[in-house]
């Protein structure tokens, strides 16, 4: 029938499958929830780790400044590496190492194997917070910061590479403002489905860490609460790890092979 639209193209094989970025974006979601309710820094939106960062700074100087005068530098160092602001600076770095690693991987690194990458990355961060059952507070924080971020931004290459309307899909200012501005359907729809995605990753991290814990029942910042909150924060970080494993399997199958590289 002439007057018969024309059918919807199929997918290209050289084109990204949504099925994976959106898991990206809700990986997004759910590891930033469960960082920043153990420790309160952010791995993948790291302009607020930046801004902390420089918070911490005139009292760290100070605070740094009495130790060494009435110890010694090592004590200085020990306080330091113990400090929130250790940690902010351990995501910040790590985010740093990857987004400088990313661009640089070798050719035969492909979107699955930088899945798997940064898979591998979320699940030993995961284990390094289980290690220890009896831990009150995060074990090895610069370490386990460190990975989580690396990763994010290992992924944030990744998208970034494919051009596609998630942006990076860790950065999501711009995602708001280009989901309001004048564009294609398809374009429009993508970000808010990716804009949900993050937060229903979001939405499933405090699950996670609130789940079945009774209201008024104890003191949130008891030691047994943070060990609960603390062993919850590394399974969902494997459970990130299995979703990111998931994105790089679609990404395989999608036969993308050494068609697109990092």
Not at 40 to 59: E, H, K, R, Y
Not at 75 to 94: I, K, M
Not at 120 to 139: C, F, H, Q
Request: charged content about 10%; aromatic content about 8%.
């Amino acid at each position: 029938n002439p007057s018969s639209p024309p059918p919807a193209p199929a997918p290209s094989p050289d084109s990204p499958p949504n099925s994976a970025l959106l898991l990206f974006c809700l990986s997004t979601g759910l590891v930033d929830s469960l960082t920043f309710a153990v420790s309160g820094v952010w791995c993948a939106f790291v302009t607020g780790t930046t801004v902390q960062l420089g918070m911490d700074l005139p009292s760290l100087f100070t605070e740094l400044g009495i130790i060494k005068s009435s110890t010694s530098w090592p004590t200085a160092v020990t306080y330091f590496t113990n400090s929130s602001t250790a940690e902010r600076a351990a995501a910040l770095g790590g985010f740093v190492f990857g987004g400088f690693l990313g661009p640089r991987l070798p050719r035969w690194v492909t979107p699955a194997r930088s899945s798997a990458l940064q898979s591998a990355l979320l699940a030993g961060a995961g284990t390094l917070a289980l290690v220890d059952p009896t831990a009150i507070y995060m074990p090895h924080p610069i370490w386990t910061l460190g990975m989580i971020s690396a990763s994010m931004s290992l992924q944030a290459v990744l998208v970034q590479s494919l051009k596609t309307p998630y942006a990076t899909s860790v950065a999501w200012t711009s995602v708001w403002l280009s989901a309001v501005a004048p564009s294609g359907p398809t374009a429009r729809w993508k970000r808010v489905a990716g804009l949900a995605a993050l937060m229903g990753g979001a939405g499933i991290g405090a699950l996670v860490v609130h789940f079945g814990k009774e209201e008024g029942a104890g003191d949130e910042h008891s030691d047994e609460s943070r060990q609960v909150t603390l062993r919850r924060m590394g399974w969902g970080l494997v459970g990130a790890a299995a979703i990111k494993a998931a994105a790089g399997v679609i990404f395989w199958r999608r036969g993308r092979g050494g068609r697109l590289q990092l």
